[in-house]
């Protein structure tokens, strides 16, 4: 699945939902607790714009660099946008951003709740972590060819993938009975960790 690909996630204090045109009335009244455009220190879309914001939004959804959520709490109400954003699906990156919130729902579990099931997304859908999606390209220089590969775990062939983290070694033969011997250590990133504050 694509990280642009619409999901829902679900937490405690909050959901995200696919943003749709039809989110439009419920953002307006959230973007007005607060009148959140008015903010020096940020863009936020007044209520006059809202609907450019979330075509904009929905517009980028379609390229595959946004995937846009309307921000739920625990009740239901709409409260605030969020983005994964300026998605790489080649290079497995993803920004999370182009956030707001109205103003009751600041300073609450919620924004903390939202990055983090974001961030666990993120990680299990890109593969970043605990999958076996690592590879070895091994390019053998000098000797004679053709040459013979013996790797940890009596694999033969040359590459190898769908790899788990860890450390592979292996012993290259060349056509005159020549070894030589290397290892390749595939890492992974940690699994990302937050805790929920209520404040």
Known sequence: MKISSPITLKGSHASLVPL?????????????????????????????GMAKEIERRLGLQKIGSMNPFCVLDSKGKTVGMT???????????????STWYCKSAQRTAINTECKLMLLRYAFINLDCNGNS????????????????????GSVTTQDLSNLAAGTYNVTVTDNNACTATTSVTITEPAVPTAGVIAG
Do not use: F, Q
């Open 20 to 48: 749709e045109m039809a989110h439009h009335d419920a953002l307006c009244d959230a973007v007005r607790d607060g009148e959140l455009w008015k903010l020096w220190y940020t863009t936020v879309p007044s209520p006059e």
């Open 83 to 97: 983005t994964y954003m300026n998605i790489d699906e080649h290079n497995r990156r993803v920004e999370i951003g």
């Open 133 to 152: 999606t690592g590879s070895i390209d091994l390019t053998p220089a000098g000797g004679t060819s053709p040459y013979t590969y013996a790797w940890t």
